[in-house]
């Protein structure tokens, strides 16, 4: 083996000197990877043979981290001067989606109220019309109104479940779907008596998250529930 693999194609910080040691390195074990011994003198040879690889080593490793251990101190420079700007940019992009989340959740749960003060005008006036269709003794009709006043509070709470969240141009949510241990015991012997899979025994929450993830609202095992959360995301701008 030639020095042309230590001397073509090498890094720049690999000097000449350092091309050529490694080289000789190189050249030595190659003479011994396939050594075998069948005499005293050639035990004693090879033990003076794994030596000088020790030391072939050992000089290597040396010549290698006089190389690397520059470039690794640049490089903790470097993340430690952009470690500061990015933990700010982190915080200020938690801070952000915590405030558009808590907005969405606030005008969501204004709509919710809205449509239950509307929902229930509608079932009081619903009751009144009703009230006097049957002391007219209009019986169907008092049917008709109740029926029809059901349906129109159905539509009118459905309609707030469905409706889009504010519009912020590049952002977006997601529903995360996670459990939430709320009675142990009651988990556990839903697993002794086989209504769920034994290996969710010890309650592995990575696995019964990606259930959750999987199921969502759907997933129902005694002793935990399903906690649903809205993540903001977001694209670069």
């Known amino acids: 083996m030639d020095n042309e693999r230590f001397t073509d194609d090498r890094p720049n910080e690999v000097t000449q000197d350092i091309a ?22 050639g035990l004693d040879s090879a033990g003076r043979d794994l030596r000088q690889v020790k030391a072939y080593q050992r000089q290597i490793d040396d010549l290698r981290k006089s190389i690397t251990r520059p470039m690794d101190d640049r490089k903790k420079s470097v993340m430690a001067y952009f470690s500061g700007p990015i933990d700010f940019l982190d915080q200020a992009e938690g801070a952000l989606k915590h405030a558009i989340s808590s907005y969405r959740h606030h005008v969501a749960e204004e709509a919710r109220k809205l449509a239950a003060a509307e929902a229930k005008r509608i079932e009081q006036q619903a009751k009144r019309e009703a009230k006097r ?10 049917e008709v109104i109740l029926d029809h ?4 509070v159905s539509l009118t709470l459905a309609a ?5 969240a504010p ?48 199921l969502k609202t759907d997933l129902r095992y005694p002793g ?14």
């Open 20 to 41: 050529d040691r490694v080289a000789a390195a190189q050249r030595a074990a190659h003479e011994l990877v396939e050594i075998v011994i069948d005499s005293p003198q």
């Open 160 to 164: 707030v479940e469905t409706r889009a």
């Open 224 to 237: 935990i529930v399903v906690k649903t959360e809205d993540i903001v995301t977001a694209r670069s701008a």
């Open 167 to 214: 519009e912020v141009k590049g952002i977006g949510s997601r529903k995360k779907y996670s459990v939430v241990v709320t009675d142990k015991m009651a988990f556990i012997n839903a697993v002794a008596t086989g209504s769920i899979p034994d290996r969710y025994v010890d309650l592995n929450m990575t696995e019964l998250n990606k259930l959750a993830r999987a």
């Open 149 to 152: 006043a059901d349906t129109e």
């Open 133 to 142: 269709a049957e002391k007219k003794g209009e019986t169907e009709e008092a």
